[in-house]
């Protein structure tokens, strides 16, 4: 039974920083593409960052540089290192598996944790 568990959302301040965490089990974790997702209520979700089996990363427009997504196959960890936030990242962010497409991650993504909120005020 595949399952994500996120952790570490919060409220944070303009220019600040957060790291997100995401508990994996019941797959292969180093053979699946990972990604973060995030959704703000009334919009649709969109793609943040993700990280294919081999550790390439490939993020949105939006990230800029601020965001660094990390896998720990010890651990079955995916982690979302968050600097510099703004106001518009506020979201629940969501890690999500493609199980099937750990090079390409083309998709679909077909397990998703429950969320956690990110908060980042003026």
């Known amino acids: 039974q595949v399952q994500l568990v996120e952790s570490g959302g919060g409220s944070v301040q303009a220019g600040g920083s957060l790291r997100l965490s995401c508990a994996a089990s019941?797959?292969?974790?180093?053979?699946?593409?990972m990604a973060w997702f995030r959704q703000v209520p009334g919009k649709e979700r969109e793609r943040v960052i993700l990280?294919?089996?081999?550790?390439?990363?490939d993020d949105a427009e939006f990230v800029q540089g601020r965001f660094t997504i990390s896998k720990d196959n010890a651990k079955n960890t995916l982690s979302l290192q968050m600097n510099s936030l703004k106001p518009e990242d506020t979201a629940i962010y969501y890690c999500?598996?493609?199980?099937?497409?750990?090079?390409?991650?083309?998709?679909?993504?077909?397990?998703w944790g429950q969320g956690t909120q990110v908060t980042v005020s003026s």
């Open positions: 999500a598996t493609d199980l099937w497409n750990g090079v390409t991650c083309a998709g679909p993504f077909t397990y």
């Open positions: 990280v294919n089996k081999y550790g390439s990363t």
């Open positions: 019941g797959y292969t974790f180093d053979s699946a593409c």
